[in-house]
């Protein structure tokens, strides 16, 4: 930017398109609205071709299968140490693919323009209905529509769509990216007069305690051979009270579309927070000579905020720390295929840890994730690209970018800009053109379209850093000799300056960007593994700056310290950072990689090992230890929380660790004998006694002014004995998507946890569902996610029931050799 800013303002927009769902549902108007868009989820047909044997054609003979989208075929697969998405690309292959789907559509809809939604299919799609060529897409991260009308069959005559996908170029990804249509399809019905696709802009340039300003921007579009007149009436909804409306009266050209602009005021706005994300919903109707023809519904938030320069993030006048965490788009052992309740439960868990904030890595996310960041209140970073014209693998979308890169980033914008979630736009993530002026260029550019279609949020990519350092450096003297800026954090272009990892310069932003504010996007880079422990915790572990050395940091059978004590030569310790961002105010806040554990990019180890080991939690959803370390940090939670397990070898020397709050120190126990005090100096975040194992009970007491605040202890295990299943929810929609997410423990007689069993567990479902996950988040294991059986990983596995469209019990049963099977059950309703 030119005119440097203390600050960035968002000039209070408030936002948020969860997209055009079911539109009659906010107004007592006619039930035919509420059919607007509709799913075309199920009852698809799909065939994948033989990479190497069959050529790039279906036929006659091609045979073909049954099933529902959203699905990923990869994650069906085998994992193989020869697949050409490499162990980046989770050892999973791609190939190519093929779905076709017969569908009538009425012949009272024949004067209506009937169009089909893709949310996201990986990648290079190519769409036909009844033959006749609709268009491609490579991107596989961003929805796009196409109109079937003019080639549509109505009344009994069947219709075919047919959906060529292709991911058999690889590697096409840093990460594991899934295969197919791996988000949902819809159907929209509308009026030959019309809201456009993503048609609606929502804003409020001014925002008080007493009165909040709303603007309105419509676009219509008139699929008519004749102009028309029309009334558009924008009525604001809070749940399902009228709050206020606006009407204006236009005419619009024949085959033509028009933007109009709407204003209003909304009294005493209840807004939107982290703590409590309140939404509005504004229903645009369009009516001809009295008659609604189209009802579009767009739900927003009303906020005010700015990053400060001195104060970092301020929302609705408070400063709030961003404590955030990036995700990669699959869901574990489901893959890449979206669900819903599954998003919902990644959020939950990371809600529960005091997490406030989202980074959609490194790509645009799924409709359903900021449907629900709006909802659970999160502060989002969305994220457009991974890399620009220089690419990072052989075939990612480098290969696409001059002709893509525009179209792409302009309908991200569209679809998400009402998102009141959404805080920060990044144009890119460690882009190797960073360091030059060409990638100055770029950013130009794509600064310039996203200030076009929304200039209500600030502007950022993440730079791998933005400070030229020596990264192995234990301390740094900031001066101009030993410090240079990255060209494109120099070049202006930027709202925020993005730092990934050198958390050691955070210090120095104020002297190195005077007239920018900091948000890090990309921090820490800890590794471990859920339920490993070197006995003795003192020495920091880092993967080896050369890539061509092994990490050496790692226990056998590529298993990392779930001590806080491992990290990449790049980023630190989770503590380390944390200590540096809640220390200063000017820093606003930091997004951590990552929340979860992804498919893909096994770093630091590769082959056997297939998932991460950023993650805070694994793949399967169990957290890690440190995770309560955030929790005792980010949260008003009592937090005491002790590690590792108490099952070792006599006379060996352990590290206990204490993560704890509201506390003024922590008692250890060992079979009822005290082995000290400890109380957190400084700017420490945990505890810890060094002492010589004996089987029995550890005991942790926290203490505040000399009166317990909370207990906890755990035990030494015996041999293994039973299994104990556990359901996140009793009760599932039968809607045919709904997840139950059971927890399987391995216990031994006395019902404490086995921490060292590894069990092989089967799985049986009776009932109207089915088993559609199972993962022990072991970043090692080969075994099937699609599976019945799956081996558990330090005492713990996960399996995932799906409700079918039928309600009644699902009967849940896991079997072990030489354990006690155990049943649960889930009732679908």
């Known amino acids: ?69 959203p699905h990923d075929w990869s994650i069906e697969g085998n994992f193989d140490e020869k697949s050409l998405a490499g162990y980046g690309g989770g050892a999973l292959n791609g190939g190519l693919g093929w779905y076709k789907k017969t569908f009538k559509v009425a012949a009272a809809d024949s004067s209506k323009v009937t169009s089909i939604i893709f949310d996201g299919v990986y990648k290079d799609s190519e769409v036909w209905i009844n033959g006749h060529y609709l268009g491609k897409r490579p991107n596989g991260y961003i929805g796009f529509q196409y109109d079937m009308s003019p080639y549509l069959n109505y009344g009994d005559k069947n219709n075919e769509i047919i959906v060529k996908v292709d991911n058999s170029k690889q590697p096409n990804s840093r990460w594991y990216s899934g295969s197919g249509i791996f988000r949902n399809v819809w159907i929209e019905t509308t009026d030959k007069l019309h809201v456009a696709q993503w048609g609606t802009y929502v804003t409020t340039p001014k925002v008080t305690a007493e009165k909040a300003s709303v603007s309105f921007e419509t676009t219509i579009q008139n699929q008519n051979t004749a102009s028309k007149k029309a009334t558009v009436t924008t009525t604001i909804f809070k749940e399902d009270t009228k709050v206020t409306s606006v ?219 933005p400070v030229n350092m020596n990264i192995d450096a234990v301390t740094l003297q900031f001066e101009k000799k030993n410090v240079s800026i990255n060209p494109l954090a120099a070049s202006g272009v930027l709202d925020l300056i993005g730092y990934n990892y050198a958390h050691q ?124 370390m955030y929790q005792s940090e980010w949260t008003d939670k009592t937090v005491l929380h002790i590690f590792p397990h108490w099952n070792w070898k006599a006379g060996q020397t352990v590290d206990v660790w204490a993560y704890y709050n509201k506390a003024d120190e922590v008692e250890l126990f060992l079979n009822g004998k005290s082995v000290g005090v400890r109380s957190k100096k400084g700017d420490d975040l945990h505890v810890m006694w060094r002492i010589p194992f004996q089987p029995g009970a550890l005991k942790a007491i926290s203490r505040k002014n000399g009166k317990t605040v909370l207990e906890t202890e755990i035990k030494t295990a015996g041999n293994p004995e039973n299994l104990k299943l556990t359901a996140d929810r009793s009760n599932i929609k039968a809607d045919g998507n709904d997840l139950s997410f059971v927890t399987v423990d391995i216990l031994d007689a006395k019902g404490t946890l086995a921490p060292n069993a590894n069990n092989e567990i089967n799985f049986s479902l009776k009932g109207n569902g089915r088993i559609v996950g199972v993962c022990s988040g072991d970043p090692v294991s080969h075994e099937s996610y699609k599976g019945s059986k799956h081996t558990a990983l330090n005492g713990k596995c996960l399996v995932i029931v799906q409700s079918d469209t039928k309600t009644g019990r699902l009967e849940l049963t896991a079997k072990a050799n030489g354990l006690k099977p155990a049943t649960i059950v889930i009732t679908a309703e």
């Not at 005119?3 to 303002?9: A, H, T, V």
């Not at 890090?520 to 070197?534: F, H, I, K, P, V």
């Not at 951590?592 to 694994?618: A, H």
Request: charged share 25%; hydrophobic share 35%.
């Open 247 to 465: 009407t204006q009266n236009i005419t619009i050209g024949a085959n033509a579309n028009q933007t109009i602009k709407q204003e209003t005021q909304v009294e005493t706005p209840i807004l939107w927070s982290v703590e409590k994300p309140e939404l509005y919903s504004a229903v645009t109707e369009i009516s001809v000579d009295d008659k609604i023809v189209d009802q579009y519904k767009t739900n927003f938030g009303i906020r005010d905020f700015k990053f400060d320069l001195d104060k970092g993030f301020i929302l609705n006048g408070k400063q709030v720390k961003i404590k955030g965490v990036c995700l990669h788009h699959d869901l574990g052992p489901l893959g890449a295929a979206i669900n819903t309740r599954a998003i919902e439960r990644q959020l939950e868990i990371m809600k529960e840890m005091g997490v406030n904030g989202i980074r959609t890595s490194h790509n645009p996310p799924a409709p359903e994730l900021l449907d629900l960041c709006d909802k659970m209140g999160f502060i989002v970073m969305d994220e457009a690209f991974d890399m620009w014209k220089q690419t990072k693998t052989k075939y990612d979308y480098g290969n696409d970018w001059d002709k893509w890169h525009k179209k792409d980033l302009i309908d991200q914008l569209l679809r998400d800009r009402n998102h009141p979630s959404i805080f920060v736009w990044s144009i890119g993530n460690e882009i190797p053109e960073q360091w030059n002026e060409n990638g100055v260029a770029i950013a130009k550019e794509l600064a310039a379209i996203t200030r076009q279609y929304d200039k209500t949020r600030p502007l950022t990519a993440a730079m791998n850093p």
């Open 1 to 69: 930017m030119k005119n440097k800013r203390k600050y960035f303002n968002n000039g209070l927009p408030l936002l948020m398109l969860i997209g055009i769902i079911l539109l009659g549902s906010c107004s007592k108007k006619e039930d035919a609205f509420a059919n607007r868009k509709v799913s075309f989820n199920s009852d698809w047909s799909f065939h994948l071709n033989d990479s190497i044997q069959d050529k790039d054609t279906i036929g006659t003979s091609t045979k073909w299968r049954t099933l529902n989208v």
């Open 505 to 628: 310069t955070y210090e120095h932003h104020q002297k190195n960007f005077p007239n920018t504010p900091f948000i890090a996007t990309e921090t820490t880079s800890g590794l471990q593994t859920r339920g490993y422990y070197d006995a003795v915790s003192d020495t920091i572990k880092k993967w080896p700056v050369s890539w061509d050395k092994k990490f050496t940091g790692g226990n056998p059978g590529n298993t990392v310290s779930a001590y806080d004590q491992v990290q990449t030569p790049w980023g630190s310790t989770h503590e380390a950072t944390w200590k540096v961002i809640k220390k200063h105010d000017f820093l606003s806040g930091m997004y951590i990689w990552t929340g979860f554990d992804y498919i893909g990019e096994p770093t630091p180890y590769e082959w056997p090992s297939i998932s991460s080991y950023f993650g805070i939690v694994d793949l399967a959803g169990f957290p890690k230890d440190v995770y309560y």
